[in-house]
């Protein structure tokens, strides 16, 4: 290394920068114009460098606080690769270093235009759910900043399309009981970042649900033939293909009509069997006063006992031949010669506990 300063070996002779590397100067060496325009040019960079540390030292603490913060809040982080697939690897070899976490495959994954398929969307939305339930902390200071600008998209597409409102007020609700549990614990390595800029975060959650409380769904122009119009036997069809019993639930609030189609005790126990086993049935029968089965009431009943059956369009799959995590309809290195039944559908919940070894 370079002596910066006076050489203890030579009295006299300096170390100096110049366009064609460090040289050794001497004091007669000066008349030289080369040298010293290059001895006058490391002068001037030194006492530069000691006028930027005497204001740095002069700084504000405060102030370099404030601005450190706002700069943490307003920052976006770009999405990284959005790769279609990653190589999940869970311990060191010889060929790969290190070990695939939740925060790197959450940062590496295409979930940025995810976001705007359909048939993904809710598969993202369950999963941002449960990353804030139990795997907010175990994420990088990066994934987190990640996983709130992905959240702050899809609460953005929610209020461009008015669409899937419930369950985005749900998600919401959620994170915002675990980061006031979270946030108690700051300076206990529970959050990555300081207490300002997790307090700002809360504050946006906020303000997203005061946003989606005050969406207006706006009615369709189109005077054509309406759901109600059509006969009780296709309008029950199409009750039929909801899974969600709250959905049901809504609609029939929306006339007297339907209100009493939605209460066909048919109806409500194809949903029990759809999302429930025989047995979790049998343990949470509720007669009327006739006798009859309370479909309606047994499913809520197991919804509160029991998770529900998760379907999805689109999911996350993994590769048992060579460790790949891909999306569906994504090809990955070994599609071509992929034995078939190597691959794994993911659920969201599969999703996290692959990562957990």
């Given at each position: 290394?370079?002596?910066?300063?006076?050489?203890?070996?030579?009295?006299?002779?300096?170390w100096?920068?110049?366009?064609?590397?460090?040289?050794?100067?001497?004091?007669?060496?000066?008349?030289?114009?080369?040298?010293?325009q290059?001895?006058?040019?490391?002068?001037?960079e030194?006492?530069?460098?000691?006028?930027?540390?005497?204001?740095?030292?002069?700084?504000?603490?405060?102030?370099?606080?404030?601005?450190?913060?706002?700069?943490?809040?307003?920052?976006?982080?770009?999405?990284?690769?959005?790769?279609?697939?990653?190589?999940?690897?869970?311990?060191?070899?010889?060929?790969?270093?290190?070990y695939?976490?939740?925060?790197?495959?959450?940062?590496?994954?295409?979930?940025?235009?995810?976001?705007?398929?359909?048939?993904?969307?809710?598969?993202?939305?369950?999963?941002?759910?449960?990353?804030?339930?139990?795997?907010?902390?175990?994420?990088?200071g990066?994934?987190?900043?990640?996983?709130?600008?992905?959240?702050?998209?899809?609460?953005?597409?929610?209020?461009?399309d008015?669409?899937?409102?419930?369950?985005?007020?749900?998600?919401?609700?959620?994170?915002?009981?675990?980061?006031?549990?979270?946030?108690?614990?700051?300076?206990?390595?529970?959050?990555?970042?300081?207490?300002?800029?997790?307090?700002?975060?809360?504050?946006?959650?906020?303000?997203?649900?005061?946003?989606?409380?005050?969406?207006?769904?706006?009615?369709?122009?189109?005077?054509?033939?309406?759901?109600?119009?059509l006969?009780?036997?296709?309008?029950?069809?199409i009750?039929?293909?909801?899974?969600?019993?709250?959905?049901?639930?809504?609609?029939?609030?929306?006339?007297?009509?339907?209100?009493?189609?939605?209460?066909?005790?048919?109806?409500?126990?194809?949903?029990?069997?759809?999302?429930?086993?025989?047995?979790?049935?049998?343990?949470?029968?509720?007669?009327?006063?006739?006798?009859?089965?309370?479909?309606?009431?047994?499913?809520?009943?197991?919804?509160?006992?029991?998770?529900r059956?998760?379907?999805?369009?689109?999911?996350?799959?993994?590769?048992?031949?060579?460790h790949?995590?891909?999306?569906?309809?994504?090809?990955?290195p070994?599609?071509?010669?992929?034995?078939?039944?190597c691959?794994?559908?993911?659920?969201?919940?599969?999703?996290?506990?692959?990562?957990?070894?």
């Amino acid at each position: 290394m370079p002596f910066l300063g006076q050489d203890w070996r030579s009295p006299g002779q300096c170390w100096v920068k110049t366009e064609e590397g460090w040289k050794k100067t001497t004091a007669d060496d000066k008349n030289n114009y080369l040298s010293t325009q290059s001895f006058l040019k490391a002068q001037e960079e030194e006492c530069f460098n000691k006028e930027n540390l005497f204001l740095s030292l002069n700084y504000d603490p405060s102030a370099k606080k404030r601005k450190k913060d706002l700069m943490n809040n307003n920052t976006k982080v770009p999405y990284f690769h959005m790769e279609k697939w990653i190589y999940v690897h869970k311990g060191s070899t010889k060929e790969r270093h290190g070990y695939c976490t939740l925060g790197e495959a959450f940062n590496r994954l295409d979930f940025c235009s995810a976001i705007k398929d359909t048939r993904r969307f809710n598969y993202i939305v369950r999963l941002l759910e449960l990353i804030a339930k139990s795997q907010l902390p175990s994420l990088s200071g990066v994934a987190q900043k990640n996983y709130m600008n992905i959240l702050e998209r899809v609460v953005q597409k929610v209020l461009d399309d008015q669409q899937n409102v419930r369950p985005i007020k749900e998600l919401l609700q959620g994170l915002y009981v675990s980061l006031c549990s979270l946030v108690q614990d700051m300076g206990k390595s529970v959050l990555v970042g300081n207490i300002n800029m997790w307090v700002h975060r809360m504050e946006n959650i906020l303000q997203w649900q005061q946003q989606l409380d005050n969406i207006q769904i706006n009615r369709p122009t189109s005077s054509g033939t309406t759901l109600t119009d059509l006969p009780d036997s296709l309008q029950l069809k199409i009750m039929d293909c909801l899974s969600d019993g709250r959905d049901l639930v809504s609609l029939g609030q929306v006339c007297p009509q339907m209100g009493q189609l939605t209460e066909d005790r048919l109806l409500w126990k194809k949903l029990c069997q759809y999302h429930f086993t025989d047995r979790q049935i049998r343990k949470r029968l509720i007669l009327s006063d006739k006798g009859h089965l309370e479909w309606k009431k047994m499913y809520f009943k197991l919804c509160r006992c029991y998770p529900r059956r998760e379907e999805y369009s689109d999911t996350l799959h993994f590769c048992t031949h060579c460790h790949i995590l891909f999306w569906k309809e994504t090809n990955h290195p070994c599609t071509a010669n992929n034995p078939e039944g190597c691959t794994l559908a993911l659920s969201p919940q599969d999703f996290i506990d692959l990562f957990n070894f």
